[in-house]
Each structure stands twice: as structure tokens, then as C-alpha cells.
């Protein structure tokens, strides 16, 4: 079975409990959870594939340690891996922005050779525009814990059935 690490940034505890919703979804001792605030480039090292978590802050830049850690991203430890994104967002108060930590960090995991998978419909929401947004679909899963929490959990189990197809 494969191993897959979770590497998340959370500011206000969004992020950490989807990771946790997230990694339960699969089955136990696949997914392993690293907070970037105390990981290191080591950690990324011994996994199959990954699955990176970021909201989105200020006017569309990523959570202040996913600022930090993409730094210690490189191309050894993800170069034709498969990564999967989600990101969270407020589409209501910044719907010019939404979601874009998605965008940033799939850019940034594209230009060191990695797979992005577990693209996710856009149906469904309100917003103008993203950086997540790759031609009908996010990059990842967008969740909206401030105007859309109830669909959260549905939204994390479709999303997980997919990447247990594509990941695993």
C-alpha cells in the first residue's frame, strides 16, 4: 500500500481539522499528517505520493508557514510523484482570491516536475476569480468553512473516493 504524507499549513485550525477529516477518509496508517510549521525538507523524504493543505490569506497569498516551507519543496523529493491539493477559502468576502493558495502551490509543485491529481468541479460555488482554476475545475478540493461548512464533510469523502483511485 502506498504512503502518503499530508503536508498542511493552518493558521486558525481550518486546515487542521480538513487534514484530519482527509486522512481519515483513507485507511489507517496511509496517510501521514506533518504540520510545515515544524517540518523539514527531510520529511517530504520515503513517501509515494503527496497531499498538500493551505488556506488562503490576505488578498490571495498562502497561509504564512506554506509561505515558508514551499521553499524547502524541491525536486528530489517530489520530481514525478503525484500531489494532490485542497485549499480553503472565503468566497463571499474575498471572491477575487478564492482558493488561490491552490493555484500557488500547484504552481509551484508543476515547475518542480510533480503530478497534480484530484482536480475538483467548480459547480457549486460563488466567486470571480482563482488562481486554483484550471480550465472547468480547481486544481485540488476548495472548501469554504465560513459560508459553506455543512458541505464540507460530503465534499471531503467524494474527494478522497477520487484520490483513492488516482493515488493509491
Known amino acids: 500500500m502506498a504512503k502518503i504524507g499530508l503536508f498542511y499549513g493552518s493558521t486558525s485550525g481550518d486546515t487542521l481539522k480538513a487534514s484530519e477529516m482527509i486522512a481519515a477518509e483513507f485507511e489507517d496508517g496511509v ?7 515544524k517540518a523539514s525538507a527531510e520529511d517530504l523524504n520515503g513517501y509515494d505520493a503527496f497531499i498538500f493543505g493551505t488556506s488562503t ?38 471572491p477575487e482570491n478564492f482558493v488561490d493558495g491552490i493555484g ?31 480550465g472547468e475545475a ?10 459553506q461548512s455543512d458541505q464540507t464533510p460530503d465534499r471531503i469523502h467524494k474527494w478522497v473516493t477520487l484520490l483513492k483511485q488516482q493515488l493509491l
Open 57 to 94: 490569506w490576505h488578498w490571495g497569498g498562502l497561509q504564512d508557514e506554506w509561505a515558508v516551507f514551499e521553499e524547502e519543496l524541491g525536486a528530489e523529493q517530489i520530481k514525478g510523484k503525484k500531489v494532490a491539493l485542497f485549499g480553503l477559502g472565503d468566497q463571499k468576502n474575498y
Open 31 to 37: 496517510v501521514e499528517l506533518h504540520d510545515v510549521r
Open 138 to 147: 480547481f486544481l485540488g478540493l476548495a472548501l469554504d468553512q465560513d459560508n
Open 104 to 134: 500557488l502551490l500547484g504552481k509551484k509543485v508543476k515547475s518542480l516536475g510533480a503530478l497534480v491529481v484530484g482536480h475538483w468541479p467548480t459547480e457549486g460555488y460563488d466567486f470571480v476569480a482563482s488562481q486554483a482554476v484550471a
